[in-house]
């Protein structure tokens, strides 16, 4: 029965991370002007390009930007380490070199949990509005922790820009289920806060 308890509570939490963040997923075209596009950061390959889920987010968030739906794109992921390590360093990279100006670009090294970039969006960089950029699986939670720290956020999910294995996509949407749950927690129990500044 505890077991039971326990899973039900789990649904609930999961449940209620994507009732908060659906009506606020949107697509390209219908989403509000803001003052950032955020791209949370994700894994690259040792020479630094972006894996392909990454690239996947920042073609969403280039064309963002180009219809002109925000002038600046938050950058944040991990920020050290060496060329196939620094996620922010890898996007910026790609970015500039499809047109997008330094000054319109602004780094997180510190956005190591989707927790962390969405409160500093607004804690660190003082951004009041946002639009995050992820794929499909991801985005609602980063809604609901943008959402739950004050900061107006909208979504919008990056069309996958290919045929993902059915294993990769196991262990994204299963890790991402454990994931809103955690970020449910952290809101409403733990009460978690990012590091800000830096």
Known sequence: MAAAGLSLAAVGMHSHVLLVASPHVLTADAVPVADCIVVPGARIH???RPFHLLQDRLETALRLWQTGKAPRILLSGRGSGGVGEDEVAAMRRWLESRGVPAVALVDDPRGLRTLDTMQRCGGTFGMRSAIVVSNPFHVARAVFLGRSCGLVTHG???PYGQDYS?????RNVGREAAARVWAWLDVFVWGTSAVQGG
């Open 156 to 158: 919008v999910e990056a």
């Open 166 to 170: 059915t294993g990769t996509m196991v």
């Open 46 to 48: 040792p020479d630094g």
